[in-house]
């Protein structure tokens, strides 16, 4: 799989993308990031992405120009799946969209910036947008940078146990059963009983009775019409 992240933080993501699971995944040869610096496809002398709003509102506006050009430079190498591009105002991003994205080929991730873009960017090159929650960042690197963890962990081998990754939390709609290892006892805080007791299908029923619990009380709206009215 290969992800095209486009910014105006270039330095703020090469850090994240180069480091542990996802550097393996590159180096294992399962994914590939790659990282645009908007300023490089800009027309402008000064090296300008942005302009002051028409209308007179306050802010600054991400230019047409530079991204059209950023995009239509990647697009005319490749099919790209998704072109997403990260705002408050986009689908919340969760564990289904994550699964989804990363059976694509290729995508292309547009990280917004100052007030925001110019709308005909959104109407006219952009096929999904994407928030990862009720709250503003300053940029949409974070939000990137997220994506991009979320779902290149997903793609078999990059972890190195695959069953690790169809354990998660939310892979099968519950939440994870709480988890524990040696000392048995520290301080005086016990770990549960039943998983010294080396009886796999009784381990197997509390995990599953933890997570349905842990579902309940902590996401209620991830259990489905099977377990709400127990
Ligand atoms: N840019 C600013 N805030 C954001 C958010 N919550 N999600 C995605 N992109 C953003």
């Not at 991730?109 to 096929?127: F, S």
Request: with cysteine; net charge negative.
């Amino acid at each position: 799989m290969r992800i095209d992240i486009i910014t105006v933080l270039p330095e703020m993501l090469e850090g994240f993308t180069n480091q542990s699971i996802l550097l393996r995944a590159q180096k294992k040869g399962l994914a590939e990031i790659h990282i645009h610096n908007l300023r490089d496809y800009t027309l402008d002398k000064h090296r300008r992405v942005d302009d002051y709003p028409y209308g007179g509102f306050a802010g600054m506006v991400m230019q047409c120009q530079p991204i059209d050009a950023c995009i239509t430079a990647l697009t005319s190498e490749r099919h790209y799946d998704e072109i997403i591009f990260t705002s408050p105002d986009g689908d919340i991003f969760d564990q289904p969209t994550a699964n989804t994205l990363s059976m694509c080929q290729n995508i292309i991730i547009l990280c917004g910036h100052y007030k925001g873009i110019d709308y005909r960017i959104r109407e006219h090159l952009i096929t999904k947008e994407i928030s990862i929650g009720d709250y503003v960042l300053t940029g949409g690197e974070i939000a990137a940078a997220a994506i991009t963890d979320a779902v290149i962990r997903l793609i078999p081998g990059v972890i190195g146990d695959e069953q690790s990754a169809l354990s998660d939390s939310f892979q099968d709609g519950l939440l994870a059963a709480p988890i524990y290892t040696r000392p048995a006892e520290y301080k005086g805080w016990k770990v549960p009983e039943i998983l010294l007791s080396g009886n796999e299908a009784k381990i197997k029923d509390w995990e599953m009775t933890q997570s349905i619990e842990r579902t309940k009380r902590l996401r209620p709206h991830l259990l489905n019409s099977d377990f709400d009215n127990e």
